[in-house]
């Protein structure tokens, strides 16, 4: 699924970036043409080999180097990726405003193993959990939903019960006739139960009750941000590249781009489903992702946002 | 601290397991002797080379040759750590009445990675996830404090944040005096922070308020039971020890033993803290452990007993 191809040779790489940065000025169309072509395990590898050969830090380096939007690309897309989600959780919890969705979207879209793995990040970047962070900094409704996403190691198997599915649909149905948005049980499910159930749930719903749970939620209030969240939940647990297509078409139809979640959507999902979140793209636009990328944004940061995105496989 | 010495040869284990099983009746004793005497490790070899040697399940063959409260011991103490915490959480999610502190004994008293062993554990015997058995099987207030406890993964680390210790002991103190015993914020404090933190908090409130909190939560309702779990909580966070030595007292102390506590406390702390629990059994009731449980309990089940807490040690 990746856009990303393998190259050989990270202490090639090294020399090449450290040619990058001497002398007046850096050199950032060498940096991309590197940095922006290299998988996870080939940019780990580079800041290691870095870090052993010239003594510094490579982030460091980069972070001197470079400035704005360009400069933090490349600093997510250098980080590890428990690192980067832990980098991005932390933000999250320290400007935290009722429409930020990055801590939603960490816990919903990666895998029990990764966000277990953003959790542990978390503790040896910031020496204590997600968790004490997400609880004491978000409130009322967003807290009762939000602490329990981020909390649960959710159960990964593909085992789907179908009579649960029918019961929990139809506790759903009530909970939303009832505008108990927040209800425990609503919560309970949608933060507890595998992604598998889930989406029988919701089948169930839809087999039951003649509509997608999202529509109901939106006819319910479309501006309401609670509600906007919880519909968010849903789709990222069960449809993440129509999640993602919609964060991306926002960032960039925005008057003034959204670079923190368009940079944020490119450096995450990259190695993850690019290649899906394309396809939604171009379906529901009528324009290739790095064709719209590029009419909205310009110089090193869109190199950069186009190298990742691959432009060829587009 | 355990009171189990390392002794060698797996296979002539396993060759004198398959003699105590041959011919009418089971040799007891001569299990006794061997499983009672085997770390965690060599219990865990003795299970593998069993199978491969003779093609069963050593846990199988017990439970046919066993009964009873021998059985149950004999059952627990082979089974693999994670799998044995993932065994009683299932089982305490199923028989679940408010007085049960078992979920939150194992959530508390477990070290971040134990209980995410555990958990993992519980996946793949249940098919789901530890959290969801517990949000689905409990409710109210209880449901309020054992979920989060139970789903967090807490921060291991000694950093002490002594501003935060007094501003939570504050807000501790606060709520118990609104008797707000489920607040949220009391809640966050007891899930989220880690124990180092926890203790700081704990000691503040003792300074700044001249109680230890547990007198407090205690002088508010004696027989409340959510007060009980609370204070047992804190607790199984801050002197681990003690929780077990007052759970082994009572277990003891019944008209009839408690054999499901005694043989819990017995089996999961043996090879943890049960030297520290021992010391605190004999300062608290002026009786060694292992005489009181000699007084108590018979047969094989006490031999067992016995073997596990490590007389010679006592």
Known sequence: MSSIQPVP?????????????????TNEGLIISILGHRNA??????????????????????????????????????????ERDAHLANESTKKWTSSNQVLMEIACTRSAQQLLAAKQAYHAKFKKSLEEDVAQ??????????FPLVAVYRYDGDEVNMSLAKSEAKILHEKIQQKAYCDEQLVR????????????????????????????LKAADPKDEFLSLLRATFKCLTRPERYFEKVIRQAINKLGTDEGALTRVVTTRAEVDMKRIKDEYLKRNSVPLDKAIAKDTNGDYEKMLLAIVGRENA
């Open 41 to 82: 395990d080939q940019r780990k590898m580079i800041r290691a080999t870095y870090a052993a050969t010239y003594g510094e830090d490579l982030l460091k380096t980069l972070d001197k180097e470079l400035s704005s939007d360009f400069e933090r690309i490349v600093y997510l897309w250098m980080l590890d990726i428990p």
């Open 189 to 216: 499910i949608l933060a507890t139960r595998s992604r598998a159930q889930i989406s029988a749930t919701l089948n169930q719903y839809n087999n039951d009750f003649g509509h997608d749970i999202n529509k109901d």
């Open 9 to 25: 040779s990270v202490t090639e790489d090294c020399e090449q970036l450290r040619k990058a940065f001497e002398g007046w000025g």
């Open 137 to 146: 900094h978000t409130s009322g409704n967003f807290c009762k939903l939000l």
